[in-house]
C-alpha cells in the first residue's frame, strides 16, 4: 500500500495567490518540512516537533504537552517516521485561506504553484440533491449569509433579498413607527407590511422575532 503524507503549509496565502503565476516565484518544497517531521518523530525530539506546528496549534497544546505526547507515543512515531521517509511516499501540500466572513478555500500545491481545489466563495455546482444538502448544512454551520444565499435557487433568493431590502427601508426612521408595548414586550408595525417582535430582558431591548 502506498504511504500518503499530508502537509499543511503555513504560508502567507494572499502572497502566494498573488505570486503563483509568476514564474520566479519559489514555492517551499513541502517533502522538505516532511523529512525533518521524519527526523525529528525518529529521535523523539519535542522540542522540534513544537517547533513545526502553526500558531493556532501551539496555542492548544503547550510544549509540555507535546514533549508528554512524544515521550508516550515515541513507538508509534517511529513507526510514522519510516511511513513519511518511504521509497514510495507521496507528498501533499494544501493550503486553506479563511475570510473575514468564515468562508473558506482550499488549495493544493502542485507543480511549484496553488490551484483551488474548492472554494466555499465561490457559486455552488451541486450535482446531487445530497451534494447540495450537504452545502446547505456547511454554510448553515458557519452562520455565513453570503454562503446561504449562493445555495439558493435565484427565485428564492430575489425573494428574500427583496424582503430584506423592503424591511431595511422601513426601518429607515424608527424614531417615526408606532411602538405598541405592552410590559416586557413590543410590537412594531413597519411599513412594508413587516412586523418586528421585541423582548425586554434584563433591561435590554431586543429583537424577538420580525417577518
Known amino acids: 500500500m502506498r504511504a500518503l503524507t499530508?502537509?499543511?503549509l503555513i504560508a502567507f496565502v494572499p502572497a502566494v495567490l498573488a505570486c503563483s503565476a509568476c514564474t520566479g516565484h519559489a514555492v517551499p518544497d513541502p517533502k522538505s518540512a516532511a523529512?525533518?517531521?521524519?527526523?525529528a518523530a525518529s529521535r523523539g525530539d519535542a522540542d522540534a516537533i513544537y517547533e513545526m506546528m502553526t500558531t493556532s496549534a501551539q496555542k492548544s497544546r503547550s510544549r509540555e504537552d507535546v514533549r508528554r505526547l512524544v515521550k508516550e507515543q515515541r513507538g508509534e512515531l517511529s513507526e510514522q517516521a519510516k511511513l513519511v521517509t518511504a521509497r514510495d511516499v507521496r507528498v501533499e501540500a494544501?493550503?486553506?485561506l479563511r475570510y473575514e466572513d468564515g468562508e473558506e478555500a482550499q488549495l493544493e500545491l502542485r507543480e511549484g504553484r496553488f490551484w483551488i481545489t474548492s472554494s466555499g466563495a465561490l457559486p455552488g455546482g451541486s450535482r446531487t440533491p445530497e451534494q447540495a444538502l450537504?452545502?446547505?448544512?456547511r454554510v448553515l454551520a458557519r452562520r455565513s449569509y453570503?454562503?446561504?444565499m449562493r445555495v439558493l435557487t435565484p427565485a428564492t433568493r430575489a425573494a428574500i433579498e427583496q424582503d430584506l431590502r423592503s424591511l431595511v427601508s422601513g426601518l429607515e426612521r424608527p424614531e417615526t413607527l408606532h411602538v405598541q408595548v405592552t410590559?416586557?414586550?413590543a410590537v412594531v408595525t413597519v411599513p412594508g407590511g413587516h412586523t418586528v417582535k421585541l423582548?425586554?430582558?434584563g433591561g435590554v431591548w431586543r429583537v424577538d422575532d420580525f417577518d
Open 6 to 8: 499530508r502537509v499543511s
Open 146 to 148: 453570503a454562503g446561504l
Open 35 to 39: 523529512d525533518d517531521y521524519a527526523a
Open 199 to 201: 423582548r425586554r430582558d
Open 134 to 137: 450537504d452545502q446547505l448544512r
Open 94 to 96: 494544501t493550503a486553506r
Open 183 to 185: 410590559g416586557d414586550a
